[in-house]
Structure formats: C-alpha cells, structure tokens
C-alpha cells in the first residue's frame, strides 16, 4: 500500500509539473506585440534618374494603440527604449540578371535619426516621435529594388517589458520588394 502511495503520488507531481513551466508565463509578461500599419514609408517617385535621391522614412508616435485595450501604450514608458530600428537594403541586377547587395552604409545622406547596421528611429522629445528618414543617393543606371522588413525592435533591452510592432511598407511588391529603374 505504501508503495503504491509513492507511486501515485510520483505520477501526479510528474502530471503537475510537466503541465507549468516559467518560461512561457515570463514571455507573456515581458513581451507586447503591436501591429500597426503604414509606419514605414518609400517616397516614391514616377521615374528616378542618376544623382535623384530616394529616401525612406518612419514617423510615429510613442503612444500606440494596443488590441483590447481603450487607452493608448506608451511605448517608451513601457520599455525604457528611445530607439526603435527595422533593417532595409538596396540591391541592384547585374548583367548576369542576378542581383546584389549594395553597401549604402557610407553613402546615405541622415535627415532624422540614425543608421547602424539598419534604419534607427529616434524618439523626439519635443514631438513625441520616433523618427527616422534618409536618402539613397543614385548614382548609376540599372535596375534596383529595396527590400524592408516590416517591423520594428526597440534598439536597447532592460528588465521591461519589450515591444514588438509590426507594421506595413508601402508600394511592395508581392515578394516583398520595391523595384525601380534608375536612367
């Protein structure tokens, strides 16, 4: 009987401890994912010619809205975060109609916040935005396209909670690029 006791009570910790974990409770804690359309922008023009210049820029507020929630998030409250960076690069087709990365990270010309490895908004304390818009100068003909990935991580980590946000690009195509010629 005492033996069976010992077994039973093996079985029901082995059940109670394999159904909880810490990890998932702490993810759902320290973790907001937010999504939020059209913070990226590609000022587009009709048609592009050597030494034109094409910027991209961000330009939103520290205060979101959050799904399920009436009041908005303030994100840098929230994470301790003044920086929030998404990644975008240039590449050009060779006359081998293969494509290839440009290093643009020399080049380009940084109206408002930073570039390090990708675009860097930061917050401005006066508008209470997180900004980010700089040009691409081009200087050759050919073909180009610039892929961006849509989202946003907060730039510096702390023991807050981190927020994600995804977000849309305009005038991608549905690889996810936006292709342009450049005469």
Aim: charged share 20%.
């Amino acid at each position: 009987m005492r033996t069976l006791k010992h077994f039973l009570l093996a079985i029901f910790g082995i059940i109670f401890l394999s159904s909880t974990t810490c990890e998932n409770d702490y993810n759902d804690i320290n973790v907001k994912n937010l999504y939020i359309p059209n913070l990226i922008e590609i000022e587009t023009q009709p048609s592009y010619n050597m030494n034109d210049v094409l910027y991209i820029n961000s330009s939103f507020s520290r205060y979101l809205p959050e799904a399920g929630y009436s009041t908005l998030l303030d994100i840098y409250k929230t994470t301790g975060s003044d920086k929030y960076c998404f990644r975008f690069s240039l590449e050009k087709k060779s006359a081998y109609n293969t494509w290839s990365n440009l290093d643009i990270n020399t080049s380009l010309i940084i109206d408002k916040g930073e570039f390090q490895y990708g675009a860097i908004c930061v917050l401005n304390n006066v508008t209470n935005k997180y900004e980010f818009r700089a040009g691409i100068p081009l200087l050759e003909a050919g073909q180009y396209r610039i892929s961006i990935e849509s989202y946003f991580n907060q730039y510096s980590y702390s023991n807050k909670v981190n927020v994600y946000i995804k977000t849309t690009v305009n005038d991608l195509d549905n690889e996810g690029f936006y292709n342009f010629t450049v005469n």
